[in-house]
């Protein structure tokens, strides 16, 4: 399998290349639409074909770019079909595996930081979006947010995996790459070993974090699975501009 991690920085945003060498098919896992010149680069530079565009989860923070590499590539959209998203070719489903060539990826549902938030487990590899971040999670305060639901999503759905499953998440603001689920059940702060329901809640509950600077535009653009508002303030339309170079990891 053929595997890169990308990452966008405008909104320190991973985006995952998995490669099939036999088929030359690619899936790409939460995609930027700001990178999409670079990831049609990479895949081009690899000799693969995008077959398919995968979303953890309705994004705040950015605009995928599943819409726009369909257009480009004839490339299809799969979301997790709890969203019911209109503009999606593919609904995928908890327990049933999504397989695109030799890829196969294992469905888990895991809300909390949504409520039809997904990661993806793939062999020694889990993509956990950001229902488990390193060192962290996402936050619950909107988007049918649940503190209860993400701490069982995490200690009951991610940390039983194989402790050496390694953990790559949707984001990082750190410059970290990759952990693995026994370093996270080890030492996460909020939800690590030791860290009880009710420590979570407080935890959760004092982070008074302020919305994300573009969530009223990503969020209705994302579940047309990626339109840019036409009414964008200049301020913000760098959140839409295509990129020229961007750091990957």
Known sequence: MIFRQLFEPLSSTYTYLLGCEETGQAVLIDPVIVAVDRDLAEMNRLG?????S???????DHITAALELKTKTGSKIATPAFDRLACSDFGIEDGKPFQ???ITLQPLHTPGHTDGHFAYLLADRVFTGDA???DGCGRTDFQNGDTDALYQ????????LADDV????????????????AQEKKRNPRLGEGQSLEQFRSTMAKLKLPYPTFMEYAVP???QCGVCPCDLPENLDKYCQQMTETPQG
Do not use: K, M
Not at 54 to 60: K, P, R, S
Not at 153 to 160: E, G, I, K, N, P
């Open 100 to 102: 695109v060539g030799s």
């Open 221 to 223: 653009g994302n579940r």
């Open 48 to 52: 693969l074909r995008l077959a398919y």
């Open 153 to 160: 999503s995490v200690r009951q759905t991610l940390f039983s």
């Open 166 to 181: 390694l953990v790559y998440p949707a984001h990082d603001y750190q410059g970290r790459l990759v952990s693995s689920i």
């Open 54 to 60: 995968v979303e953890t989860h309705i994004h705040a």
């Open 132 to 134: 488990l971040l390193i």
